[in-house]
């Protein structure tokens, strides 16, 4: 459909800005955001609907807008409810970039504009769509409580006589229709992921059909790209991260008219899917904050009061301050150019979601925050009377990963790598530097380790980083003494830059082509160094014990 025929659409309340001279662009699915950078969730040809909460002022617009443009949207739509008017700064920025600009009257809510597009788009040439998409809208804009995903799969199965269920990346189960029989099994959701991931690898368009046992599936993959995606964008960014439609039959006996309902219904489901991602921003700005705090050293007082206040958002109802848990994971792909800071974010928040419970929400109650390579979760745990001390609480790093190694290992097979450290709980602002950094440890020790899925706990730096806060100065000393000073010394006679070269090499997790890269060395140089630093120091920089020695001996001087 072309963006005319929206604007003549007198339900839709829509009122032009500008852009009148690209009304004739053709619009291809629509999506709902809040984001400051929605990109990730773009294919082009999308029709953007906004509240405006991502701008907080005159400046933001300008980058909103070319975002926007870059991924090739046809027109942004903002909402009038928040700000009663649309800001001129938004008006001019998409002037400038010629993105046709709707105002949303308040009245109108967004989901009756997603009715209409996906009706225009995917539900004119199949009848039964029509109705299920009718009757979701009236049932989305009755109340919250009347909306997600689970509407969807009821009406499939009431309107179409399809059993669906929607999945996370991981296997979890999102939502199923209430008739739809009995649950997924934990076995066939973690298989179903599994397959979805190692098919999207591929980057073989959906959907993917699996057989387990007398039982066909399709998957269909959720995302916010609008009917027809074409991604611009490397398919491993946003394959760890998208919800997943599991049907069951047999997609590959169906007409082009079946399938384009699917996709259609796919796009419904992301309407809640984004704002789940969207409220999102909410935790993730107060978990960037804390950790600012704590990595620049902040007064433990000032800590603790973003604490009080980051914890009613994240467990709502608690009376007391809870325990605090912090997870440090890194996602590194074989492709250098490949950025996996995002990938490790969404799949942190994934993650730490008990497998065993159902539905959108219990997510959002972890807050992930990033720092460089690294995303870096903080938990909150609700506080224990008595005799424990909250020592015992948290998610053990042996079992973390235990329900979504399957799934995760087929999303990075061959050239990706997620690693996490696990932090033990702690029950104060004086504690969370502590736990940050004994996270940060355990992730490289988990990086040490053969596999592309690796976690490692607390418990297993208890010789090393638990025990430093007790040794005498004097010892700390000659410890560190004893293990660089051959190096420091023979710096200083041949500039060798053996201590540089030892830092780096660390912070590759071991990686010799990595190294080598970061500093600009051929990798038979490199072996060479590292070859000099053994000699001066008698270690053996391929042995865990030895590296947990360097590192310490480097971050203690």
């Known amino acids: 459909m072309r963006l005319r025929a929206l604007l003549e659409t007198d339900a839709l309340g829509l009122k032009l800005l500008g852009g009148e001279e690209e009304l004739d662009r053709t619009v291809r699915g629509v999506m709902t955001t809040d984001l400051r950078d929605p990109s990730r969730y773009l294919s082009g040809g999308e029709l953007v609907l906004t509240g405006l909460a991502w701008r907080r002022d005159a400046a ?10 870059q991924s090739g ?37 967004f989901a009756t504009i997603t009715e209409h597009v996906v009706r225009q788009v995917s539900g004119e040439r199949a009848g039964d769509l ?34 669906a269920w929607v999945l996370s990346p991981t296997g979890r189960l999102i939502a199923g229709a209430k008739e739809a029989g009995p649950a997924l099994p934990p076995e066939v959701c973690a298989r ?11 980057g073989r368009r959906g959907p993917h059909r699996v057989t387990l046992g007398p039982t066909t599936y399709s998957l269909f993959p959720v995302r916010s790209t609008g009917r027809d995606p074409q991604p611009a964008r490397d398919v491993r960014e946003t394959m760890l991260s998208d919800w997943l439609l599991a049907v069951e039959a047999d997609a590959g006996e169906w007409a082009e008219e079946r399938l384009d309902l699917l996709h259609g219904v796919t796009q419904l489901i992301a309407v809640e899917r984004d704002r789940r991602d969207a409220a999102r921003t909410v935790r993730r700005r107060l978990a960037q904050e804390v950790l600012e705090l704590v990595q620049t050293g902040a007064p433990p007082a000032e800590i603790a009061a973003r604490l009080r206040v980051a914890a009613p958002v994240l467990l709502p109802g608690l009376g007391a301050a809870p325990h605090w848990q912090v997870v440090v994971a890194r ?38 925050a990033h720092s460089g390579e690294e995303a870096i979760a903080l938990v909150p745990l609700p506080a224990v009377t008595g005799e424990h001390d909250g020592s015992e609480q948290g998610v053990p790093a042996d079992v973390l990963l235990e329900a979504v190694r399957g799934p995760l290992s087929a999303g990075l097979d061959g050239d990706g790598r997620l690693t996490l450290g696990v932090s033990a709980a702690v029950h104060s602002a004086e504690g969370l530097r502590g736990a940050l950094e004994e996270a940060r440890h355990a992730r490289r020790v988990a990086a040490a380790r053969p596999g592309r899925v690796c976690a490692a706990g607390h418990q297993e730096l208890a010789s090393h980083v638990l025990l430093l806060p007790f040794v005498p100065d004097d010892v700390r000393r000659a410890f560190t003494a004893r293990l660089l000073d051959p190096l420091r010394e023979y710096d200083q006679r041949h500039r060798a830059e053996l201590i540089s070269t030892l830092e780096a ?6 990686s010799w082509t990595r190294c080598a890269s970061r500093l600009h060395l051929h990798v038979n140089t490199l072996r060479y160094r590292v070859g000099r630093i053994e000699q001066l120091t008698g270690r ?16 203690m001087s």
């Open 60 to 69: 933001d617009s300008e980058p909103f807008v070319r975002i926007l443009v």
């Open 73 to 109: 949207v046809a027109a942004l739509a903002a909402g009038e409810a928040e700000l009663n008017e649309i800001p001129d700064d938004l008006v001019v920025a998409c002037a400038r970039h010629r993105l046709p600009l709707f105002a949303v009257h308040e009245s109108v809510a």
């Open 130 to 163: 029509a109705a299920v998409v009718d009757r979701h809208r009236r049932m989305m804009t009755s109340g919250p409580a009347g909306g997600g995903p689970d509407v969807v799969l009821d009406l499939l199965r009431s309107d179409l006589d399809l059993r």
């Open 192 to 202: 179903l992921a599994t397959e979805q991931l190692a098919a999207a690898r591929t």
């Open 331 to 368: 996602v590194e792909w074989d492709d250098a150019q490949l950025e996996g800071q995002a990938v490790a974010q969404a799949l942190l928040e994934e993650i730490l979601v008990d497998p065993s419970a159902t539905g959108p929400e219990p997510s959002d109650r972890i807050a992930v």
């Open 505 to 510: 090499f660390l912070d590759c997790d071991g």
């Open 540 to 555: 053996d920089l391929s042995r865990l014990e030895d590296k947990l020695d360097f590192f310490l001996a480097l971050r």
